[in-house]
Every structure is written in C-alpha cells, then in structure tokens.
C-alpha cells in the first residue's frame, strides 16, 4: 500500500514537472512531444560550431554549412563548395593563400615552404616565362653549364609550321603573351625573358632572367620538329638526377615538367609524348630555379601545325601550362 502511494506520488511529480516545462517553453500548452520536436528543429537551424563527419571539418552558423573565406574567432578559414575545410596551399578568388595542414587556419605575415606571406595571408607565386628562340638570333657559342668547357650555340632561329609557315619565335611569343595574361589574373607575378621578337637572347641570358627573378616557376615555351609529318604531341624537358649544374632541382624540376606536361595533355587531348631527362640544355643547367621546357607540339604535323595556330586551342594550350603550373605550386 505504501509502495503504491509513493509511485503515484512520483508519477503525478514528474507530470507537473513536464506541463510546466512545456508550458514555459511554448508560453501556451502543448502536447510535450510535439514542444520536444520544436525545439530540437529550431536547435539544429540555429546550431553554430564545428563539425567532423568522415575526417573531414565543416562549420555550421545558423545550421547552414559555411563555404569560402570566414573569420571564425581569431582566425581565417576557407571551406570548399562542398563546406569541406581547406588546408595547404590553395588559389582562393585569385590569391594564393596557406591554411594550416591541421588546423586550417589561414597563415598571416610569415613565411612558409620558403614562401613570404603578406600582412593579408596572399602569397604572390613569381613564374618567368620564356618564349623560345627570336627574329634576331643571338650568335657565337657559351658554356654548356656553369664552369663546363663544352660550348653550344647560343640559340638557334627555332622551326616553322609547315602548312602555316608561322615560324616558331612567333607562336611562342604568342602562347607566352596571352599565358601572362591569364597568370596575372590568377595572382602569379609575370616576368618575361621578352615581349618581342627584335631581341637576341642567348639560352643563358633567358635563364639569368629567371634566376634574377628568384622564379617559382621557370616555364621555356617551344614547339617541335621532325621529319616525319605523323609525330605529333607534347613533352617536357628537365635535367636529370645526376646533372652537375643542378643537382639539387631535380624533384622539383621533375614534379614541374610533370604537372606541366599532364595538364598540357589533359586540356588540350593532344598526344602525350614524354618527359625527356637531358642535360644537354643549356637554358635548364644555367636556371638556379625550378625549370620545364615545353615543346607543345609539331610545327612539322600539318594537323598540329593548323591546330596550333587557331584560339580556340591556343585558349586550350594557356589554360593547361597555367594549370600544370598552379598544380605544382600549390602540391607541397
Ligand atoms: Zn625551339
């Protein structure tokens, strides 16, 4: 009897409490499910804060996934379409900026992989571009590399289409002039060996250009030549990993020509041919920075020779050397 009383005394307590509740949470009463259910909705519409779903970081304001660039507290952050949180180095609305590889957190005036970040988190990436050869062809012989006695040509007048008779100098004056463009465009600095085709440069004149600069990236623009009018398609050229002038390039002088080379192809379709290691260029022993030479393709395949001179590729070919570039840069 006892028993009885005391179960229903706290049976009638916990009743009270509950319409009390509900009564104050929804100023008039209701069913206290249907308050439960309310409040939890309003709860996650409103919910502010991190979130961490298959190891990945989202944050929410207001129950919403916050995508691009925010100030979470202290700091700067960046989330993708997707609400997923960035990290590394990543090309933002045209700037390139580092997040922490943990915490995501946007770095701010310091320097990071060698890299000065600005008082504004922005990395300005330094790329030189050399458009090969030229009209006025620098004559005589220089070393091969650094203290070598073997002597090359100091260039050479390049080749020509053979359906288009464009010569060489001209298309890759032309593909260097609009790749700065759009490189600008994306926050890179530009500098370029030249801007016309009255100037004799010789191999290690072009590559002073890119040391004097301190380049990221030192891009030389050039087209192939063969006897065979059916090759076609594009390679790039490095140093290899025993060449004495530029030991220490060649990951990165690897990793360059190959982010170059497969976004070249990817954009393009064109043939990928392959990366030549050599060390009988002049123009990538004397670079002190990391250098691809990109031969975009045969001026001696009548097909390739008319597809390279019309825009619509042109626009094809500018847009995967920025791409393979930005690949590279940006993969550290
Ligand atoms: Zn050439």
């Not at 260097?176 to 085709?197: A, D, E, H, I, P």
């Not at 990165?252 to 190959?258: G, W, Y």
């Not at 393009?268 to 004397?286: A, L, V």
């Not at 001179?309 to 920025?322: D, E, L, N, R």
Request: glycine share 8%; aromatic share 12%.
């Amino acid at each position: 009897m006892k028993n009885k009383k005391n179960y229903f005394i706290k049976w009638a307590f916990c009743f009270l409490l509950v319409g009390l509740l509900s009564f104050c949470l929804s100023g008039s009463f209701t069913g206290s499910s249907e308050v439960q259910a309310a409040t939890s909705n309003s709860a996650n519409k409103r919910f502010t804060g991190w979130k961490t779903s298959g190891g990945k970081k989202y944050y929410y304001k207001n129950g919403k996934k916050l995508t691009d660039l925010h100030k979470i507290g202290k700091y700067y952050y960046c989330f993708d379409s997707n609400g997923v949180m960035m990290t590394g180095w990543n090309r933002i609305h045209n700037r390139f900026r580092y997040f922490g590889k943990q915490t995501g957190r946007m770095r701010i005036s310091q320097t990071v992989n060698g890299r000065k970040i600005n008082s504004k988190g922005v990395w300005t990436p330094v790329v030189v571009l050399d458009p090969g050869h030229s009209a006025v062809v620098a004559s005589g012989y220089e070393p091969l590399g650094p203290g070598s006695s073997e002597l090359k040509e100091k260039d050479t007048s390049g080749t020509e289409g053979v359906a288009t008779h464009v010569e060489e100098y001209k298309l890759t004056l032309d593909i260097g002039l609009q790749l700065r463009t759009l490189l600008q465009k994306r926050g890179f600095k530009v500098v370029m060996t030249r801007t016309n085709s009255n100037v004799a440069l010789s191999c290690i004149d072009r590559a002073n250009v890119a040391n004097k600069a301190k380049a990221d990236a030192y891009i030389r623009l050039h087209a192939n030549g063969s006897d065979s009018p059916y090759d076609n398609g594009a390679m790039t050229l490095c140093t290899t990993r025993n060449n004495p002038y530029t030991t220490s390039l060649y990951r990165k002088n690897k990793a360059l020509s190959e982010a170059v080379l497969d976004s070249y192809v990817a954009f393009t379709g064109c043939r990928k041919e392959y990366i030549w290691e050599t060390d009988t260029m002049t123009g990538n022993n004397w670079s002190k920075v990391p250098t691809t030479l990109i031969e975009m393709g045969y001026m001696s395949s009548p097909t390739e020779d008319y597809r390279m001179q019309q825009p619509s590729y042109q626009k094809k070919m500018v847009w995967g050397i920025a791409a393979g570039i930005e690949k590279y840069l940006t993969n550290f």
